[in-house]
């Protein structure tokens, strides 16, 4: 029986997978330098040898004869994605992936040299190499997917989504964070009270061990550990979350460690039967990101959470931490609006405008109306209209801050801020279903919490394309109203 | 040409032998317990698909078109050594490995849950079994090898031992050790000083790391963790090692790891470009024991080691650790003989007493002149003679335990004895080319030592035999008398 031959194949990749995923954790957070060569070596030939089992004419075979078999309906679905991962997998010849592989190498390779002096005009020929390579991929692909090229694009991060349903609600969210932001600004209090004290490495672990255990993290099925940079990473069984400390400031750590966590639920959350087919695996970039966005803005920054969480910090990390600190000291942290430059220190309320600017160029050098060079004047313009700054000859703030574009990644920038707007949409939808939801918090309880999340998202894993997962979750279509009436309560009220 | 496709066939082998490696070290050292089913499955997932890769037909056709093709001597070496490799692969059916795995699996399991009350009578037909089969694979073995049964079994884990060469050498060994024992005990003075002071962890940590470094670990490629049981893993560009600590006694950790820093040092020094030959692995288990035994032994239970190392001592465990301890105190304490029914916890002298009775039985058992049945006869009988201590009764402390022979490892003992003999060996041939080696240690110099091993071990991986590799480095075959005068001059001086 085909599925049958599927099921051992998929048995075959998921091990694969499992080294895959468990060598780039111990690459980050054990590996002495020396090792770095003969690793990527072995990384590279383990990758290599994945795709070519997934993606053999033989497995095309297999689906099709599969197809016609008498399968259950679950069975059905997971052959229904396997075929899309497969079709993906087959749009562009080895010949092209080789190719585009090179000039990513070389860019991003390029993009780490020149990026600390902000040398854009180096570093635009190969950057052009690397977006016309990827309007090539974005047409291979758009023949084959029967999609507008940026979709297809946008398809290998966010399954079913489309520019159709993104650009309405993305503009309609420009619109309100134009006016709201400086709104937020006007309204908020400056900081009353700083950090003074330092906070050792083996208390901070405690604390965030302790939160992590909290909101839901199983240490049976995973551990948290220390990289230079923070990541989620692992296989479902075994999640390995990382972290760095700064001994000046606790919440630095602690909200990536939230966020983390947000990701750690979803592996942990996903159905065990299945983790060998990709049915059974996590629904793409912004669905993952909903997730982590869901612990750390919905959940660890709410008001809520800390009059739970405040006590913690005292227990924790010794009672100078935050002497004589009310609730709203620590609010006032982790409430800041501010706007900047850069796209990884913005808050919630300034982080989507760096993504639509972001979403708007690179949909225009997909569709080929903009111009790789003319990339930091429509930078400027935008950060200018945006959010009222220049990036005039600022090309290390300004185009130059991402490792996106440089490494080809085209369409994942979308996933952040689709990722924030599901999480307050499915806050939303779960305060209707369970109201006590905020109260539960308060009490630092996550249980009812979780269970409707393990319902809604994680059990359902990719059976569904994003948007209709969102539907089945929460009854409507993308709705940034609920973003919106999130930040509204959280930064006016 | 053949021979680059065995060259690519071998760097996928390695990929996923690195693969297999550094998961089994996480395992041991990093995995929640949570993660261990999936790991397992991962596992054995990569080991079939290795095993299958590199055992099947057309790798035999692969070799024998290579074996026509224009070589150079060190490719010609490599290919030799890949089919004798192949060779013993694919001496047994996959239908009678499977039956193999299943009964020593079983037999391993009972083996943990009856070893603790000593049951024997109900462990006895599980082993019986495993014993029945390891038969099986020496005959099966040595129709293919056109060697004598336990020959066989030795050549999986000692490439060119032989019973004609080891017999003599043991039985002039058991002798001599029968006489020199109570020599040595009746020699000693017992411990005049006994640890007092508590050690912390991370300064016991400190210390190994500075002796590791001292005698030539390289951190750049690997590094030191803690697990359960000592161990040294990893790939030769990251070499993994392990310890665990006792608070009450350095020591205990201490010679653990510069046990595992003789094995971490040969996977060091092999020759990179052949790391993903058989060619360019190590000399099987002897060669390796041969090499921890050196740093353990010849070296770290030395009088002139500790000459340079009491300081250091001092310095990383602090004033308080050994007050008053001359190196004599020390000595008495890396120096204990002292007789006892527990093979691992032998010193150098009784050791071999202990392999060479389990050498005899498990020979016996391969040849059919020792019943299954008998075997807690035979080693009460043996370990009376040769330690005058009894096991009448005691099958815990008795057969019951090692894991090799429920495991199913028979042939594989002689490798620690073997280890030692020729670690010795490689001493006197090293002291003769290298007169102040004992001043080295005295300065804690090993650059001359370590070279002297580079060139004579190391960097010679499996090109040769056992055997061969002997004669090489030490001009003579494995002489027992190079070890009777170590144990002479350290014991009885």
Known sequence: ??????????????????????????????????????????????????????????VGEMIATAEGEDLSPEQRTALREQKRVYVNLTCLSSDFVKRQVEARVRSEQLWRKLRPAGDWKSFLPALTQVIELAREEAQRRADVLKLDPYD????????????????PVFAELKAFLKDFIPQAIAAQKPAQKNFSASFPIDRQKALGETMMKAVGFDFEHGRLDVSHHPFCGGVPTDVRMTTRYDTADFLSALMGVLHETGHGLYEQGLPKAWSHWSVGSARGMTVHESQSLFVEKQIGRSA???????????????????????????????????????????????????????YEIEKG?????????????????????????????????????????????FGYFPSYTLGAMIAAQLWASLEKDHPGARDDMRNGRFVEINGWRRDKVWSQASRYSTPELLVRATGEKLNGRHFEEHLRRRYLA
Do not use: C
């Open 304 to 358: 809520e959470f800390w009059e739970w969480a405040m006590p913690l910090v005292r227990e924790h990390l010794g009672p100078a931490a935050i002497d004589g600190w009310e609730i709203e000291d620590l609010l006032l942290h982790v409430h800041e609006v501010k706007t900047g430059l850069i796209r990884v220190d913005a808050d919630e309320t300034t982080y989507p405008l760096h993504v639509i600017l972001r």
């Open 1 to 58: 029986m085909s599925f049958a031959r599927l099921d051992m194949l998929n048995r075959k990749l998921e091990a694969l997978g499992h080294a895959q995923a468990m060598l780039g954790v111990d690459e980050a957070v054990m590996m002495p330098d020396g090792g770095g060569e003969k690793r990527a070596e072995a990384m590279a030939m383990l990758a290599a040898m994945s795709h070519e089992m997934a993606s053999g004419p033989e």
């Open 365 to 409: 050098l997909v569709e080929g109306t903009i111009r790789p060079r003319d990339v930091p004047e429509e930078w400027h313009a935008r950060m200018s209209e945006y959010l009222g700054l220049s990036t005039r000859d600022n090309y290390k703030d300004g185009p130059m801050q991402d490792v996106h574009w440089p490494s080809g990644a």
């Open 152 to 167: 297809a694009l946008i398809e290998q991060f966010d399954p079913g989504s489309r520019v159709a349903a993104i650009a």
